[in-house]
């Protein structure tokens, strides 16, 4: 193992400032301003620096675009992506971090922010390592996508051609710095729409059809065919919540309408539609089941969206190989693993980049616990660095 030319304190002054800038998502301009800030004192020049018009595509509630930065190389080389979303969580906001022993951790009651600013920290610290000592390095653009965490929006948006055309990625949004995500999972949310019919509850409830009764006999029809929670069908496994239930007005009113969502997962594409369509027949099933006195019955209109896509990189795809010898170089075992989540990576692969997602010491999230280890995070801006090099 060599001595790196990172800056340990640099890097953890990096962490701090960008953790104590609100932005949860939706309302990252101030992020954006405060890497921007720190990207031009690092040497970067303006002209290298833009944000795109995802928010615009995606509509109200997003106030600013990706944030993307085009270094041009010192060598000739293909260019490649680091990148690391920058919102936080509702639960971040108003935190201000501190260092507490070998954590940051928020002072108050409030998550921290570590996810995934430890990302867009150690990308900073990698721009300035880069750029202050000279040192060689491949085209290099640095992505610092918006929206993330409620769907993976920013990274959806993003087109490739303002990023450059790289042809690998890193993204930065896990924990350990050994860590080398390789996979992830797809996921899918749907919505379904009750139609029944309202009447007196007192006086003639045989003339109604009841909405909030179709939904709760086709979610309990969906648990016992063993597709709610948890699903396991021999060797093939996924995931569904109801998330909301809106319905009714009052007591006395047969319920005439009622909306559901929620989501499914799965590592396979196939499976994924397979839970989704025993959801709609349950919901269609039991609309058919809920009949009035008039022998009419309810309706329901379902509708899935597919969030993104399931991945799985190959150990010998370029992107998975450097990582890991990264990983070796700074003498940890490198740790690959598929994830029962989805990344920003989902879209990147989807699109055409191989991307794997590295660690930045980062724990706990979404929680009042979370803390990011200072030590790991300076391992994880080591690893970036020597991604730079073998790149090179
Ligand atoms: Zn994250």
Redesign the pocket.
């Known amino acids: 193992m060599q001595s790196s030319p990172t800056n340990k304190d640099r890097a953890l002054t990096h962490l701090l400032d960008l953790l104590a800038v609100e932005g949860p998502t939706g309302q990252e301009a101030q992020v954006v301003a405060a890497i921007t800030k720190k990207l031009i004192a690092a040497g970067c020049k303006k002209s290298w620096i833009k944000t795109d018009d995802a928010h615009k595509r995606l509509g109200d509630g997003f106030e600013i675009g990706n944030l993307i930065v085009q270094l041009p190389g010192t060598v000739k080389a293909p260019r490649i992506l680091f990148s690391a979303?920058m919102d936080t969580v509702p639960l971040c906001k108003g935190a201000a971090p501190a260092v507490k022993g070998n954590r940051v951790v928020a002072k108050g009651k409030t998550g921290l922010g570590g996810?995934?600013r430890s990302g867009c920290a150690a990308i900073v610290t990698l721009a300035e390592t880069l750029l202050k000592n000279k040192l060689p390095h491949p085209p290099i653009t640095l992505l610092f996508p918006i929206a993330?965490?409620n769907g993976l929006h920013g990274s959806r948006m993003v087109r490739f051609k303002d990023l450059g055309n790289p042809v690998m990625g890193f993204n930065l949004?896990g924990q350990c710095p050994n860590e080398i995500v390789i996979g992830a999972m797809s996921a899918a949310r749907w919505t379904a729409k009750i139609t029944g019919r309202s009447s007196h509850a007192g006086l003639e409830p045989h003339k109604g059809i009841s909405a909030g009764l179709i939904a709760s006999k086709a979610m309990a029809s969906i648990a016992e065919k063993g597709y709610f929670g948890r699903i396991e069908k021999g060797k093939r496994r996924g995931t569904s919540n109801v998330g909301t239930m809106h319905g009714g007005d009052a007591n006395n009113q047969v319920m005439d309408s009622m909306v559901l969502t929620g989501e499914c997962r799965s590592h396979s594409p196939a499976f994924l539609e397979q839970i989704i369509k025993i959801h709609k027949t349950s919901f269609e099933q039991a609309a058919r089941s809920v009949v009035n006195d008039a022998g009419k019955c309810g309706k329901v209109k379902f509708t899935p969206r597919s969030d993104y896509r399931a991945f799985k990189l190959k150990k010998s795809e370029p992107c998975v190989r450097i990582a890991s010898q990264a990983v070796e170089a700074i003498g940890l075992k490198p740790n690959p693993l598929v994830m029962d989540a989805g990344l920003d990576a989902n879209n990147f692969n989807e699109k055409g980049i191989p991307v794997v997602t590295l660690g930045t010491g980062s724990h706990n999230?979404h929680t009042v616990d979370e803390y990011v280890d200072i030590k790991e995070y300076q391992t994880a801006c080591d690893v970036l660095l020597q991604i730079s090099h073998l790149c090179r």
Do not use: P, S, T
């Open positions: 979303h996810d995934d993330e965490e949004d999230f």
